[in-house]
């Protein structure tokens, strides 16, 4: 890696741990300069960028956790939930292609996008205490969670807050904090699947994890503290989504070309 590329990485490391660490969807960032920037395959990239993704979790769960906004004995269904279905996805990731899971994944950001916009209330008042979802609904949902991230990563921070926030009833910041948890934890797994199959790139990884851990534990400080986070997470999510949204549908380059 030369200067630039270093620059590049760590930078865009950071960017992510942010985004990450206050809504989701990072890994538009740093899959996009590992594949386009530095070169790696779509497989190689989809397992370098498991590295950034727990260093920066570390991070962030030792902000949440010193700040007291984990829920350790309430989310611990879900997260084992999310670490078996984690474990199919990254099985499934290591086989074949995802081109037909980001085709659904787009569609599945759109519908939550206009959720978003439906009923603000539910994103932005925090509830006083996590409900108990019944069994049928919570493995059917936590192992799909799990899995999708398990698969792609990509935007699964944003499917899960949706779950905790509309279904289980939990406030938006105490929301990212399990994410980050349940995350992180597979991560742990995956990563260990994914160096077993000689698809990831440690130095590579390694650089981007510098920024990615700096920007999630910042960004984990901050939010934990500051009394208005709920709300600033969810005008976040909303900027998020709609960029998000614009480069998968492929709106960035048909609004780019009406200027040149």
Known sequence: MNNYE??????????????????????????GILTEVLGLSGNMANGTNRIGIFVQGIFSLEAFQRNKKLYWQESKLYISLGIIGALCGATVALNISSETFKFVYKYVMLAILILLFINPKHWTNPVPRIKKLP?????????????????????MGIFFLAVMVLVVGLPLLESNAIKVLMVTTYTAIVLAMFHYKG??????????????????WITAQWSSTFPNANQWAYRILIVIMIFTLFHLF???????????
Do not use: E, R
Request: hydrophobic residues 50%; proline residues 1%; charged residues 5%.
């Open 135 to 155: 069994l049928y609904y919570s493995i059917p949902i936590f192992l799909s969670l799990g899995f999708y991230g398990g698969f792609i990563q990509m935007g």
């Open 6 to 31: 270093i620059f590049i990485a760590i930078t865009g490391g950071f960017l992510a741990g942010v985004i990450n660490t206050f809504a989701g969807n990072g890994s538009t960032i740093t899959l």
């Open 199 to 216: 698809l990831i790139d440690w130095k590579i990884g390694s650089v981007i994890a510098i920024g990615q851990g700096a920007g999630g």
């Open 250 to 260: 492929h709106l960035d380059s048909y609004f780019f070309q009406l200027f040149q």
